[in-house]
T-cell receptor
Framework: TQLLEQSPQFLSIQEGENLTVYCNSS?????LQWYRQEPGEGPVLLVT?????EVKKLKRLTFQFGDARKDSSLHITAAQPGDTGLYLC????????FGQGTRLTINP | NAGVTQTPKFQVLKTGQSMTLQCAQD?????MYWYRQDPGMGLRLIYY???????DKGEVPNGYNVSRLNKREFSLRLESAAPSQTSVYFC?????????????FGEGSWLTVV
């Protein structure tokens, strides 16, 4: 049973479009992280959110932690080819658990 | 700064063979981890070491053993490899266990069992 469900699993869009990736669970997390992974490399941390309702921005990326700390979203504005990669959410619930990932492709 | 270094990068094994994946971190982290990554499954924790001298099972420990050799090094051993263990393996470390700290990953080891 996947504790964290990410959607969509695959997303291919054109450069300049906006997108949102979702990370959902029935469990409450003490904190939630988003990682980005490029081919042939390990995941790299983008952000950690701790407080319910928290919003963090990283240039064109906006991360939100749900009020109940059960879900999170990642919104990318004006996507660029350099945003291509696998995006993983990970929640701290007794142990750190990862979602299955969203493979994002931005086409020029 | 090397961060987390794991070897080998690629390995092909025959069913029943054994091998050890080596991992070292140079960030003076207390906690180290071994994950496997399979398509559509995300990252699943195999074993972890919250601190030097301790190791614990994660989600998918069967068929694996680990050794926390010292604070820097954490190895993963497959005693009798099976095709189901074909995967990409990641070693990782963090300052403290389950604290919301950043987890730093190695570049991965691609293992194929035939």
């Amino acid at each position: 049973t996947q504790l964290l469900e990410q959607s969509p699993q695959f997303l291919s869009i054109q450069e300049g479009e906006n997108l949102t990736v979702y990370c959902n669970s029935s469990s409450v997390f003490s904190s939630l992280q988003w990682y980005r992974q490029e081919p042939g490399e390990g995941p790299v941390l983008l952000v950690t959110v701790v407080t319910g309702g928290e919003v963090k921005k990283l240039k064109r990326l906006t991360f939100q932690f749900g009020d109940a700390r059960k879900d999170s979203s990642l919104h990318i504005t004006a996507a660029q080819p350099g945003d291509t990669g696998l995006y993983l959410c990970a929640g701290h619930h007794q142990k750190l658990v990862f979602g299955q990932g969203t493979r994002l492709t931005i086409n020029p | 700064n090397a961060g987390v270094t794991q070897t080998p990068k690629f390995q092909v094994l025959k069913t029943g063979q054994s091998m050890t994946l080596q991992c070292a971190q140079d960030m003076n982290h207390n906690s180290m981890y071994w994950y496997r990554q399979d398509p559509g499954m995300g990252l699943r924790l195999i074993y972890y070491s919250a601190s030097e001298g301790t190791t614990d099972k994660g989600e998918v420990p069967n068929g694996y053993n680990v050794s926390r050799l010292n604070k820097r090094e954490f190895s993963l051993r497959l005693e009798s490899a099976a095709p189901s263990q074909t995967s990409v393996y990641f070693c990782a470390s963090s300052d403290r266990w389950n604290s919301g700290n950043t987890i730093y990953f190695g570049e991965g080891s691609w293992l194929t069992v035939v």
